[in-house]
């Protein structure tokens, strides 16, 4: 099913969509993508107007592990050595980036665990509304990045003045990374970072009308799995009005 574009309709209609989307992301990746030391549980932080998706361990990861262990628990994961990613571009920051991320800082962690690992964002027009919104849409994705935590962004939304390059063009300045010019032919954009040393952005520009490809989410610097992305669009999909799939195709 290829992408839509959301801008023919009413804010309220997209947050309704977004919500299901996350729904059956989380529901695809606890039905066996995930390896089982790890779970997906949707969330909505105070302040934020759409929940995201948190991928969280279940166990304490502090514990020390042995080979045998490790590989049980890489166990559905891919080796980003032995199946790079497969989209149309790679970008790794530049070397300040990196010194950046690496600054010390104090953590404060709960000895139970369930550590937050990784995050699936899916931009609304909400967070592009002002400058505001949108800085603090962007404070929140490098705050994580440089935590630790791996993202996949989803941006169904067009570029706006805010944002001339895309999300991603502004989430790699302000990580100090390099410049990032988007297509302008292909204005939307889905990015997964990865918290490796350089961090490393696997890009997928796609436009309105685009399929959706499955994107990668990192649990570990070195191994992923794989986003259904197309397949839970879908399902979402089926579940908007029949009198708004219209306006959102184009037929009034």
Request: proline share 8%; hydrophobic share 40%; net charge negative.
């Amino acid at each position: 099913m290829p992408m839509h574009d959301w801008t023919r309709v009413p804010d309220g209609i997209f947050h309704a969509f977004h919500n299901s989307w996350i729904t059956h992301l989380q529901e695809a990746l606890n039905a066996g993508l995930l390896p089982s030391s790890y779970y997906a549980l949707g969330e909505q932080r105070s302040g934020d107007i759409e929940p995201d998706l948190l991928t969280l361990r279940s166990e304490d990861s502090d514990e020390p592990v042995g080979r045998a262990a490790a590989e049980e628990e890489n166990g559905g994961m891919i080796a980003v050595a032995e199946a790079p990613p497969r989209v149309r571009l790679v970008e790794r920051a530049e070397e300040i980036a990196f010194y950046l991320s690496r600054q010390r800082r104090l953590a404060i962690r709960h000895v139970s665990g369930d550590r937050i690992v990784a995050l699936v964002e899916i931009v609304s027009a909400a967070n592009k509304h002002t400058a505001q919104t949108l800085e603090d849409f962007v404070d929140k994705i490098v705050a994580s990045l440089r935590e630790g935590i791996h993202l996949l962004v989803i941006d169904p939304q067009p570029p706006s003045r805010h944002d001339p390059d895309g999300i991603h063009g502004l989430i790699w300045e302000r990580l100090l990374a390099g410049r990032h010019r988007r297509s302008p032919e292909l204005p939307l954009t889905l990015v997964s970072y990865c918290v490796s040393s350089p961090i490393t952005a696997y890009v997928e520009p796609l436009s309105v009308g685009s399929p959706l490809i499955d994107m990668p989410i990192f649990l570990t610097p070195t191994h992923y799995i794989l986003a259904p992305l197309e397949e839970t669009y879908t399902q979402s999909w089926s579940g908007v009005p029949q009198r708004w799939r219209r306006v959102v195709e184009g037929g009034g």
